[in-house]
Nanobody, 124 residues
Framework: QVQLVESGGGLVQTGGSLRLSCAAS????????MGWFRQAPGKEREIVAA????????YYTNSVKGRFTISRNNAESTRYLQMNSLKPEDTAVYYC?????????????????WGQGTQVTVSS
C-alpha cells in the first residue's frame, strides 16, 4: 500500500502559478502510475493530468494543456503538478491518486489510492 499526502494549494490571482506536491509513503512510489484529479463544488471529480508508471507517458485534459505540467521525483517519492496561467475555473479541491497498474489512466475508478486533497482557489 501507499499513503498519499498533497500540499501546495492556496489562493492565487488569475494568471498566477502554484505547484502541487503529492508525497508518498509506504511502497516505492516509482512502481505506481499516478494521476491528479480535481473536484469543484457541485461538480464531478475530473482528471487533470496523469503520468505512467515509467514516466514515459503523460496525459492532460484539454482545458489544462499548455498550462499544467505533471512530473515526478522518484528519489523523493514525490509527484508534482505545476500549474501556470491559472484561471478562476481551475478553482477546486485537487487530489492525487495512484495505481499499481502500468498504463496511463484518466478514470477515477482506475486508481486505488487517494490523498486527502488540497484546495486551490483562483480569484478573478
Amino acid at each position: 500500500q501507499v499513503q498519499l499526502v498533497e500540499s501546495g494549494g492556496g489562493l492565487v490571482q488569475t494568471g498566477g502559478s502554484l505547484r502541487l506536491s503529492c508525497a508518498a509513503s509506504g511502497r516505492t512510489f516509482s512502481t505506481y502510475a499516478m494521476g491528479w484529479f480535481r473536484q469543484a463544488p457541485g461538480k464531478e471529480r475530473e482528471i487533470v493530468a496523469a503520468i505512467s508508471r515509467s514516466g514515459s507517458g503523460t496525459y492532460y485534459t484539454n482545458s489544462v494543456k499548455g498550462r499544467f505540467t505533471i512530473s515526478r521525483n522518484n528519489a523523493e517519492s514525490t509527484r508534482y503538478l505545476q500549474m501556470n496561467s491559472l484561471k478562476p475555473e481551475d478553482t477546486a479541491v485537487y487530489y492525487c491518486a495512484a495505481t499499481e497498474r502500468s498504463g496511463l489512466y484518466s478514470k477515477a475508478s482506475s486508481y486505488d489510492y487517494w490523498g486527502q486533497g488540497t484546495q486551490v482557489t483562483v480569484s478573478s
